[in-house]
């Protein structure tokens, strides 16, 4: 059974970092992309950042470019999302999400979704 | 600021056939991007309800239904039932953002 448990999330400060991690079991973590997602309380989706296979190539949505890097560890089944600089505005729940190619990566769609880690940027 | 467009709520009676749009544009629907939806229960993670415009994972059941045209696609869930209350967002991929993006979302609600 194909599990995504993120953790890593909690109360900071604005200015202030967090690093979130994602544990993947069930599937080979290696042979997939991952992305996070994450959601504003009471609002929807908003697709943040994706990273390959390898970890050698990495795309960022803009509204966290530059302050926040994606990264894994395949050895130990992990994704990770270092946010640094954090705002008001980056308060959600933060989703690890793998994603399945359906024709090619443009067309890639999400096909398992981790329960989500509630990250609160508040003074 | 999503760039695809979804009405924020639609409502059925049990048994009825309710549909829920996604509004695009040239640089995603538009541009030939495949349109892929999700529905998210209530506290709960999304899950992928349909893929590459009108396929059904294992275990989604054939009351959900999928649709693409122009710059549009389109969600259609028939027989109504009680836990189809949730919210569904739809997704693609848009160039001019260089990434994928989500619908705005719509809450079905079961009268």
């Known amino acids: 059974e194909v599990q995504l448990v993120e953790s890593g999330g909690g109360l900071v400060q604005p200015g202030g970092s967090l690093r979130l991690s994602c544990t993947a079991s069930?599937?080979?973590?290696?042979?997939?992309?991952m992305n996070w997602v994450r959601q504003a309380p009471g609002k929807g989706l908003e697709w943040i950042s994706y990273?390959?296979?390898?970890?050698?190539?990495?795309y960022y949505a803009d509204s966290v470019k530059g302050r926040f890097t994606i990264s894994r560890d395949n050895a130990k089944n992990s994704l990770y999302l270092q946010m640094n600089s954090l705002r008001a505005e980056d308060t959600a729940v933060y989703y690890c999400?793998?994603?399945?190619?359906?024709?090619?990566?443009?067309?890639?769609?999400?096909?398992?979704w981790g329960q989500g880690t509630l990250v609160t940027v508040s003074s | 600021q999503s760039v695809l467009t979804q009405p924020p709520s639609v409502s059925g009676a049990p048994g009825q056939r309710v549909t829920i749009s996604c509004t695009g544009s040239?640089?995603?629907?538009?541009?030939?991007?495949?349109v892929h939806w999700y529905q998210q229960l209530p506290g709960t993670a999304p899950k992928l309800l349909i893929y590459?415009?009108?396929n059904r994972p294992s275990g989604v059941p054939d009351r959900f239904s999928g649709s693409k045209s122009d710059t549009s696609a389109s969600l259609a869930i028939t027989g109504l039932q009680a836990e189809d209350e949730a919210d569904y967002y739809c997704?693609?991929?848009?160039?001019?953002?260089?990434?994928?993006?989500f619908g705005t979302g719509t809450k079905v609600t079961v009268l």
């Open positions: 999400a793998r994603i399945e190619r359906y024709f090619d990566w443009l067309s890639s769609y999400f096909d398992y």
């Open positions: 069930g599937f080979t973590f290696s042979s997939y992309e």
């Open positions: 990273i390959s296979t390898s970890g050698s190539i990495k």
């Open positions: 040239s640089s995603n629907i538009g541009a030939g991007y495949d």
């Open positions: 590459g415009n009108s």
């Open positions: 997704q693609s991929y848009d160039s001019s953002l260089s990434g994928y993006v």
